[in-house]
């Protein structure tokens, strides 16, 4: 008698478009199996069709055929996977399902997400896209709408409130702290060690 396969406890898809922030949303994907040992992990990348073949995003790289575009995704998400063991992960991930599709992007990743029955979709955000009042760009604000999973958005971690952070500098000596202030308000405190310990509760933000 044949029987089904039994559904991983828990399935994670990541959105992977080529850029250093679609990188970090495959790792964090893949760091789900920390939490979920038995999780299966899927990756999708949407191109742009351009007549019967597949222009990927964010490589400047002419247009390829689909297979070439699946080898050069699978290359890719396999080196990825291989740097995140090099540096003492414990994954262990039999397979990682990859796709390279095109179309409407945001509605191209609900609708692989709902297909596999996906637990959770990890996608990055760019600053590019247009940030708005929070983090969400046009791609990662279509899938947050539309899925009927858990939604986790990377946001870039150089932007705050949709603009570029100040340079961060060390304290210069004791008792001086040379933090840039964002945006002319006041966003950190420095209290000298000294100080009473009343005088150094700080009020919250």
Known sequence: MNTLPMRPYFIALAALDFSALGDRALEEAARLHDSYPDMALHVVIVGRAENE????????MGALPQADAEDFACRHVGELIAAL????????????????LTGDPAK???E?????DAD?????????????????????????????CGVHIIRPRDFF???????????????QHALIQFKERSKYHYV??????????MPAI
């Open 53 to 60: 073949l597949i222009r990927m995003p964010c490589v400047d």
């Open 85 to 100: 063991q090099e540096r003492g992960s414990a994954l262990r991930l039999e397979h990682v399902m990859v796709y390279v």
């Open 108 to 110: 191209v990743i609900v």
């Open 112 to 116: 692989l997400a709902t297909s596999i």
């Open 120 to 148: 959770r979709i990890v996608l990055g955000t760019h600053a590019g896209d247009g940030l708005k009042s929070w983090i969400l760009g046009s791609v990662a604000e279509g899938v947050a709408r539309n899925a009927t």
């Open 161 to 175: 409130e949709g603009e570029p952070l100040p340079a961060i500098q060390a304290p210069l000596q004791p008792g």
């Open 192 to 201: 000298g060690r000294n100080a009473a310990a009343a005088s150094r509760m």
